[in-house]
């Protein structure tokens, strides 16, 4: 039945064609109608082509859609690059515009020109006047693209704006507030975060998120998308509750926990959980409940990393005591490593082990996924030159299409079968041979890698047999390139290039076409820089020309470059074109299709080959030991290799598993990861609203309302007599969360009082109390102070809420084991502390407002900077440099008054008189908890 019903499909294909191919023929008339007013376009004046603009945005105004000026927008943009950058938009790049103004994923192979291809969706939808992101994957190509791109922009009369690192809240302002927007995505994502830190809508930098056209699409909505983004700041001193859980691990028998050293995993035994509950409540740590509860969780947390500290990381092997602090030592290079930490209060755990002073643990303040921050955006687009193989993965998470564009001309590159060896040296060996084969015919390569240590190992070999490494720091790094090629002789010289320094990377990848270059590089390396056979003219005029020369020189200059480079492009063709040669298969067959991409642009000749060895991970983890063992039985000898088109299909299955793991293992972290989405956005939508609002009196009043009648309610059971009431309770928490020191005892022995009567009279109470507080710090300071407290303590609040939250997710797995899903078990316990959230943010609040005194004062230092990360899924390092401004998101108010006052001043019931306290001080109302913990909660 699987036979016949495969046999009907491709029968139905051959007939109808593919969904791709129908598709793409839909697309054919609305090419046609935009070649047919190219001659209308070109007759135009520039200043005639530049008022297009004004014309189409008044259409707009008046009713039309962007779909109906859909064909002379296009027209105006083909029309302006042709007269800016010299070049015209083939059809098959104004189908790839297309297929972005329809919110899809333009596939197009490498060298396509889909930097060119995104101005004619940007324009269009940029007319509307609610901005364009365009999304990049380092700050070099956002630079590059707005400079290059802006050019046919700010012809046609719009504005362009680039968000790159550095820049203060002005200047993103500014490049926000543009018709277009350069920028990558992790500045993207960090301002969208940043924003909702803010205390007032005019500090904010985005404007909204209309549409955006990722570029790599791929890379960043799949790879980049393994990991969040995360603002962290210092958190408080909890180096009393690290030094606690540390003392009972010892106390805890070798049968209480399991300990795998293999997956470096240590977990209490049912046993061992029920003896540290024990000596938790012994020593006071632990008040209630049980270990497991959603409460407790922060603690559970704190146990296991104590017990990680404890029995999987040892003293002068994993790290080292020195100074008063721990250094982790590089399990790779034995070498120390000051300033690095272990993240989620590990670190914290070993400084309690050891005695030495406990530092304060960095704690998130805000984090989103690229799943989630690019799901805001109403329309979403994207191209790269591989997305066929995760279509099901942006279909499912994006609701993204993916749609393959033909390339402009023919394919006439040859893909060669792998070659697999034995063992690893084999196998560098046979590179190396392979390399020098074609070095000496002047064939240009690029040797991909799968790591920067891959590439320099390989490096290493190529010294040995006498090449020489190109130092790109030197001015002239490439003469003896050019120099060998003019010569038509090898030059003997290799580059290696990683992904850490952009600009240069784009370089040494625009040069790689040179007749004779070989270039070293790891696979996702020098994205979004064409290989141009022969070199690019645009690089070399760029490094090579002084811009303060005559124009007459610079002219003649450029002239030779071009000459030059079209006799070396000659040269390479000849040599049969860029030789692609991969010396290991990577998890994912879209990063194999990168590298083989990079070759064989715009109808060029061109080669590529794997070379593989059974040592290689993939070859590994999919049972290499079993062909190690036929390829012995059938009498492989050193250096032979076999080579046969079962093995790509084998490999292929291979890679196919490992992308669905990856698959699910993302899906799986974005199910979790949505229920935090949820709370979010309730909780941003709800500061922005708070932000816009010019009086936040009616909220307060809410939240007074409520928090009354929850004390009630908790006090005075529903028509019980006054004899049941919790008198003493109440008129406790009256005078803690309202102020108000009220004769609720004296209430209770009045005849036919009910609970309606006592809220009505604490709703009164309170009312009028707030009402004298407005009239002695007038309306204008308590608006301001009402916005400050409310949005000062939800910030506060959702910050800890954040961390219970990580902290549950780490131990919500177990449930599993009571049959018990661990998603809906972790959607039930967040939804529960959310609510709790938001009560304690109404009590909050209500406590704050009810003793607040506006006081001038000084204004406080501004705090430590914040730490924004994302991790390199492939390294697991933070790729972010340091910022280099810092942030003061947070406004204090206090109750205080200009200077200090002497401790002997102070009255307890009057927070007027208590002066500037510090948060660390026993708090002056006699409480005899810290500042911090009572009255000055939310400061």
Known sequence: MLGSSLKFDSVMKRVFGSSNDRRLKGYRPKVAAINALEPQFEALSDDELRAKTAEFRAELAAGKTLDDLLAPAFAAVREAAKRTLKQRHFDVQLIGGLVLHEGAIAEMRTGEGKTLVATTAVYLNALAGEGVHVVTVNDYLARRDSEWMGEIYTFLGMTVGVIVHGLDDDQRRQAYAADVTYGTNNEFGFDYLRDNMKYDMGQMVQRGHAFAIVDEVDSILVDEARTPLIISGPSEDRSNLYVAVNAI????????????????????????????????????????????????????????????????????????????????VDEFTGRMMPGRRYSEGLHQALEAKEGVTVQPENVTLASITFQNYFRLYKKLAGMTGTAATEADEFAEIYKLVVVEIPTNLPIARLDEDDEVYRTGNEKMRAVVREIEDANAKMQPMLVGTTSIEKSELLGEEMERQGYKKIDFTKPDALTALYAAARAGKPSKNFAILNARHHEQEAFIVAEAGVPGAITIATNMAGRGTDIQLGGNVEMRVKQEIDPAAPQEARETHEASIRAEVAAFKQKAIEAGGLYIIGTERHESRRIDNQLRGRSGRQGDPGRSKFFLSLQDDLMRIFGAERMDAMLKRLGLKEDEAIVHPWINKALEKAQQKVEARNFDIRKNILKFDNVMNDQRKVIFEDRRRMMASESLESTIEDMRTGVIDDIVAKHIPHDAYPEAWDTAGLKSEVLTKLNLDLPVDEWAKEEGIADEEVATRLHAAAADSYVQRIQRNTPEAMRYVEKQVILQALDHLWREHLVTLDHLRQVIGWRGMAQRDPLNEYKSEAFELFRELITQWHEAVIAQMSRVEVRFQQPEPPPPPMQYQHLDPATGENELPPSPFSENLGVTVLAATPSAVALADRNPNNPATWGRVGRNEPCPCGSGKKFKHCHGLVA
């Open 249 to 328: 691990i010892p106390q805890l028998p070798r049968e209480e926990y399991e300990l795998d050293e293999k997956q470096r995993t240590v977990n209490l035994t049912e046993l061992g959980n029920e003896h540290a509950e024990e000596l938790l409540r012994s020593a006071g740590v632990m008040k209630e409940g049980s270990l497991y509860e959603a409460a407790n969780a922060t603690l559970v947390h704190h146990i296991n990393q104590a017990l990680r500290a404890h029995k999987l990381f040892q003293r002068d092997k994993d790290y080292i005591v020195r100074n008063d602090e721990v250094v982790i």
